[in-house]
């Protein structure tokens, strides 16, 4: 297995049961984008048509994607890579699910992953940017937000989740 990619997403963590089920969503989403991503790249595989079209951009598809926690909620991301290491997966990409690269971007989250490095020696990781540090970040705020593209009635915005 150490051939097959695992995406972990690590979020904050929160003690709100809405704001923990938001999160458990978002991972669902996540797998199911991913889910076909990995049906279309099979398909493209099986007609020929990547060497027709040139390369999918479905090749990025992880075997896995998991959530992660750092507080207040589970599982943690200890648990989560120690899971998934004893279970055959050695390479991993890391998503800090953090707008900026603060404490747990910059110290918490590395500092972490090299403790699980020097238990499980197997363990590949790489880190990967944060949202802000995205060329499109700013454009999908402009684009998204200010530009009333969302529409969240703060209100109620719990509600729906």
């Known amino acids: ?29 996540l797998n199911e984008i991913n ?20 390369k999918s951009d479905s090749s990025g ?13 589970s599982p943690q991301l200890e648990t989560v890579i120690e899971d998934l290491v004893k279970k055959g997966y050695e ?3 890391i998503f800090p699910l953090f707008i900026f690269a603060g404490y747990h971007v910059r110290e918490d989250i590395p500092q972490r992953l090299e403790k699980l490095k020097a238990e499980f020696e197997q363990l590949q990781y790489n880190v990967l940017p944060h949202p802000a540090a995205a060329d ?3 454009p999908y705020i402009l684009n998204n ?10 209100l ?4 729906r989740i």
């Open 1 to 29: 297995m150490d051939s097959q990619k695992v995406l972990v997403v690590v979020s904050h963590g929160s003690k709100c049961q809405e704001s923990k089920q938001e999160f458990k969503n978002f991972i669902q989403k």
């Open 35 to 54: 889910s076909e991503n990995k049906k279309r790249k099979e398909f493209e595989s099986l007609s020929g048509m990547t060497e027709q079209v040139g």
């Open 61 to 73: 598809s992880y075997v896995l994607i998991r959530g992660a926690c750092l507080e207040f909620a």
């Open 91 to 93: 390479q991993f990409n």
């Open 136 to 138: 499109d970040f700013a």
């Open 145 to 154: 937000v200010l530009n009333n593209k969302v529409k969240i009635n703060p």
């Open 156 to 159: 109620n915005y719990f509600d």
